[in-house]
């Protein structure tokens, strides 16, 4: 009985490992493979895309809902696609590379914040990064990408200063070495996009440098904002999808 029990055990072991490694077979697509890689998160799964003839890694998310996921992997293939037209005629693209990262924020239970990363590098001295947003709400089963997270407006500058200032302003570790006009200054130059906001939890973190929004005795202030209270400033698609809506596309 005891031997007919550890042989049931090992059947199912066996019978896991190979349920397992069918799910985690590699994707073949036209221009690379995709990889399944280790999960952080119940609500998705962690993707690699390796291509073929370039040096280019995705690294994105993917939830098993069909309208959310191809709105990931289309943004995927075009990031792709707009990569390879830039270097496909230069003799030197072997030095080229993409690398693109989305790091996830579950900032309220059913809507994910992912801030995305673009390290764009064509040749050996030419390097950049281009930051974005992915948006999802698996409650309605829908996502939006854009480049920025806030509307970048005039309209909506003004009140976001006047959140921020006052969030400034309670705290005490920093009121001290504040600068309202510098603050002012930056939130309403719409040459500025937002990049350099960061999530943690529900809460919004804007980040500065030194002597940006302050005295060099502010150091590097990090100022959060609930996030439940700069839902009026996103960006109008990003707003829609937070609230539940379904933004349409052309197959809608």
Do not use: W
């Not at 504040?178 to 040459?191: G, V």
């Not at 980040?207 to 005795?217: K, R, V």
């Not at 829609?240 to 052309?250: D, H, Q, S």
């Amino acid at each position: 009985m005891k031997r007919f029990g550890l042989f049931s055990l090992f059947m199912i072991f066996a019978f896991i490992l190979v349920g397992c490694s069918a799910t985690n077979e590699p994707i073949k697509l036209k221009h690379g493979v995709v990889y399944k890689e280790h999960p952080n998160n119940q609500d998705f799964d962690n993707m690699k895309f390796v291509a073929n003839d370039y040096n280019v890694e995705i690294h994105y998310p993917h939830f098993g809902v069909e309208r959310i996921d191809k709105k990931i992997e289309g943004a995927r293939n075009k990031e792709f696609d707009d990569f390879i037209d830039i270097v496909k005629d230069d003799d030197e693209h072997m030095d080229s590379s993409l690398k693109i990262v989305f790091n996830a924020h579950d900032v309220r239970g059913d809507i994910y914040m992912f801030n995305i990363t673009r390290v764009v590098k064509l040749s050996k001295d030419t390097e950049y990064s281009i930051h974005g947003v992915l948006v999802v709400n698996t409650a309605s089963g829908e996502a939006v990408i854009s480049d920025n997270l806030f509307n970048i407006g005039q309209s909506s500058r003004e009140p976001l200063f006047k959140r921020l200032d006052q969030a400034i302003r309670d705290n005490p570790a920093y009121a001290p070495y504040y600068d309202a006009k510098k603050l002012e200054d930056r939130t309403m130059d719409i040459s500025k996009t937002f990049s350099n906001v960061d999530f943690k939890g529900d809460v919004v973190q804007f980040h500065y440098d030194q002597n940006e929004i302050g005295s060099s005795a502010m150091g590097t202030p990090k100022v959060e904002i609930p996030f439940r209270d700069v839902i009026e400033f996103l960006e109008p698609t990003i707003k829609a999808v937070v609230e539940g809506e379904l933004i349409p596309t052309n197959e809608d």
